[in-house]
């Protein structure tokens, strides 16, 4: 069984960061992509962001592009999303779950496993 704990969100104001975490336990890490992914209220899950097993490969949803870094440490078994810049259409629930071997896919279809969701809101 794969368990995903997210946790690193709150309650900020436009223009601060945040760094969500995500910790990955029930399987080996370092062979799978990850992504975030988040949900505003009244909205569809939407793709954030995508790491592949090593690292070395990402991919960003437009929007946050050059404001939003993911990272991951293996050894650490957790993948993080560095946000700064944050803006108040950034408030949802932000999830992160596990891809496939291979790539840092966008598409929600690609990814098995999901965590609870840690909120964060972005006030202006």
């Known amino acids: 069984q794969v368990q995903l704990v997210e946790s690193g969100g709150g309650l900020v104001q436009a223009g601060d960061s945040l760094r969500l975490s995500c910790r990955a336990s029930g399987r080996t890490f370092s062979n799978y992509a990850m992504g975030w992914f988040r949900q505003a209220p009244g909205k569809e899950h939407e793709f954030v962001a995508a790491i592949n097993w090593s690292g070395r490969s990402t991919a960003y949803t437009d929007s946050v592009k050059g404001r939003f870094t993911i990272s991951r440490d293996n050894a650490k078994n957790t993948v993080y999303l560095q946000m700064n810049s944050l803006k108040t259409p950034d408030t949802a629930v932000y999830y992160c779950?596990?891809?496939?071997?291979?790539?840092?896919?966008?598409?929600?279809?690609?990814?098995?496993?999901w965590g609870q969701g840690t909120q964060v809101t972005v006030s202006s």
């Open positions: 779950s596990t891809g496939p071997r291979w790539g840092a896919p966008t598409q929600k279809y690609e990814y098995a496993y």
